[in-house]
């Protein structure tokens, strides 16, 4: 049969809808959020072509309203687990052999169910089990998530086109062949865009994977698994599973054919489990890859030079969108005293005009936290805050779980550089203001880069061009992400890839070809259209 050449179709960013009062958008989704709020979902392990009820359930509930029930999600045995893993290495051998083409288009199309006749739906579920508003869910669910399934595709094209040079009588080739194995995909409750990438990656690149959503993101995940459902993913390329996740994970490090994981969550939980996959690597048929994205403890610091206006702005957005649960939350600032009254002028009054409420409502700009084990503790570091002589709060401050984990956006003045909210990962709406004086501005940078063990995001704010120079130089291994005059969240795939290194992860940058390349082992092969026929080199005559 010929064929071509394909070309993948280039790669857009996914528009932004806006949801301004009168759009359909903004219709639809209420509706579909009100539809799905009073609907019992029963969401079952997704194991080749077969839902498993085990009949082992947790209840979901919205994070705002946690007395509200949702439906339940099913809890895996071992014997399930063992079942997936069996099934992905059942299924691995038509996939992996299936033209890449194929492979895309199943992404693609998945894409474009999101884009369309799903956006409200995981919109909806997002907003309801994640608690995000509509900008946030928007930007993860739906765009976020459809830019990493059409970007993935475009940089598998770029790799698979990457060949290596021939000498006159031979032809030199690279095949991009999928792992020997299975991927473990683990995710995060707090973007439902990284759920679907993180298991979707792999499989694009031919391989199978398990993947086990976080418990907090069941809601959502369901919906991810629909859709590719929909899209034409063969059965057991990608198998869900929840339970214990100490169980899963330890089942399926036990599997020989165990041949990568790909993580995002917090550091501890990484740690571990490369630690459990050293200890197992005698059992192992390959080296496994290990790509995890972590924690981190995002700064901002601001030079004297910057715009005030600016800096507020950027720690207002930076610290608070989706109640500071992303991982490149700034979470600890560095501010002039020339700058420090205007800014917590203005910070203070962005603060006292945030509404908190539930995503349904659309004027909320703050919902609550994901779980009640991290909103107490969010409670004790706040209180803690208002005990200790070294930290004051200045604006925010309370909290209340009576209907729903709702947490004040709260900010913390500290005298001490090395204050507990200035090292610890909060992941919530606390941020903590270290304010230096203004001379001391290349010693504060020193101190920015010092004070953590993380390395993730960072943004740097300067009228100065010298100054943005020397904090780009001074700042080198403090971020992976790293941003001059901006707030160092909202990464774009395509634009921004994103990762960081020391204690925040592999740095593998999710959404780019640098982490589609984990996800294959190349073969070279080289042919000789006539193999030599005497071993004797020239200079050693006839
Ligand atoms: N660097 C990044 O790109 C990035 C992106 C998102 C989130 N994060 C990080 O994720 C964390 C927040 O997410 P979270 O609360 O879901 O993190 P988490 O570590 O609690 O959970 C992440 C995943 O690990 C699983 N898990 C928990 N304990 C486990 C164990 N003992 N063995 C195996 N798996 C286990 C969870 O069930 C979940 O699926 C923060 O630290 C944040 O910085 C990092
Ligand atoms: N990519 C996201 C963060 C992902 C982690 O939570 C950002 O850039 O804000």
Redo the contacts with the bound molecule.
């Keep these: 049969m010929g064929k071509g050449f394909f070309h993948v179709p280039v790669a857009v960013n996914e528009p932004v809808k806006s949801y301004a009062p009168g759009t359909p958008e903004r219709e639809e989704v209420l509706l579909t959020y009100k539809d799905l709020y009073n609907s019992k979902m029963d969401v079952p392990l997704y194991i080749g072509s077969e839902e498993i009820k085990t009949g082992d359930t947790e209840t979901m509930h919205p994070p705002h309203d946690h007395k509200h029930d949702l439906g339940v999600y099913h809890k895996a045995k071992k014997k399930h687990i063992q079942k997936a893993i069996d099934t992905a290495l059942e299924a691995r051998t038509r996939w992996a052999d299936l033209e890449w083409e194929q492979r895309a288009a199943v992404f693609l199309k998945a894409a474009d169910l999101i884009a369309g006749k799903y956006r409200s739906r995981i919109n909806a579920a997002t907003m309801i089990g994640q608690s995000k508003n509509i900008y946030q869910a928007e930007i993860d669910s739906a765009c976020e998530l459809c830019d990493f399934l059409r970007f993935n595709v475009e940089y598998m094209s770029q790799i698979y086109d990457e060949q290596p040079e021939s000498s006159d009588g031979a032809w030199n080739r690279v095949e991009y062949r999928p792992l020997e194995g299975f991927v473990y995909a683990?995710?995060?409750?707090?973007?439902t865009a990284?759920a679907g990438n993180l298991p979707s990656s792999a499989a694009l690149m031919g391989n199978v994977a398990i993947w086990?959503?976080?418990?907090?993101q069941v809601f959502s995940a369901q919906v991810i698994m629909e859709v590719f459902k929909e899209a034409g993913m063969p059965d057991g390329v990608i198998n869900m599973v929840m339970g214990d996740?100490?169980m899963i994970?330890d089942t399926i490090l036990a599997s020989p054919d165990f041949a990568g994981i790909h993580f995002?969550?917090?550091?501890t939980?990484f740690k571990?489990?490369w630690q459990k996959i050293g200890n197992n690597i005698h059992n192992y048929k390959t080296y496994p890859r290990i790509v995890g994205?972590?924690?981190?403890k995002d700064f901002i610091v601001a030079h004297p030079s910057s715009n005030a206006e600016q800096v507020a702005t950027a720690i207002s957005r930076g610290a608070f969108e989706f109640q500071g649960q992303k991982?490149s939350a700034a979470s600890r600032v560095y501010l002039p005293e020339s700058l420090w009254p205007r800014i917590k002028e203005l910070v203070v009054e962005d603060v006292q005009s945030f509404k908190m409420g539930s995503p349904e409502d659309m004027s909320n700009f703050i919902t609550a936290v994901i779980h009640e084990g991290s909103f107490d503790k969010l409670a004790k570091y706040i209180d803690q805050a208002k005990k200790d002589k070294n930290a004051e709060i200045v604006v925010g401050g309370n909290y209340d779980k009576s209907k729903g984990y709702f947490v004040e956006p709260t900010v913390i003045l500290t005298t001490d550089p090395h204050y507990t909210t200035m090292e610890t990962?909060l992941?919530g709406p606390v941020v903590t203001i270290y304010v230096y004086k203004d001379e001391d501005w290349e010693k504060t940078l020193k101190l920015v880069d010092e004070t953590s063990i993380y390395g993730?995001t960072g943004a740097v704010f300067s009228g100065d061009r010298y100054e943005l120079s020397k904090a780009t130089k001074a700042l080198q291994n403090s971020a992976g992400n790293f941003y001059l005059n901006d707030k160092p969240t909202g990464a774009v795939v395509g634009q921004q890839p994103?990762?960081?290194a020391r204690a925040?992860?592999t740095n593998d940058k999710?959404g780019s070809k640098l982490n589609l390349m984990r996800w294959i082992s190349p073969r070279l092969i080289k042919e000789t259209y006539t193999a030599a026929t005497d071993y004797k080199y020239p200079f050693m005559g006839e």
Excluded: M, Q, R, Y
């Design positions: 683990i995710t995060p409750f707090n973007f990284i086990k959503p976080s418990d907090s996740p100490e994970t995002t969550g917090s550091t939980v571990n489990i994205e972590t924690g981190g991982c990962e992941f993730l994103f990762g960081g925040s992860g999710a």
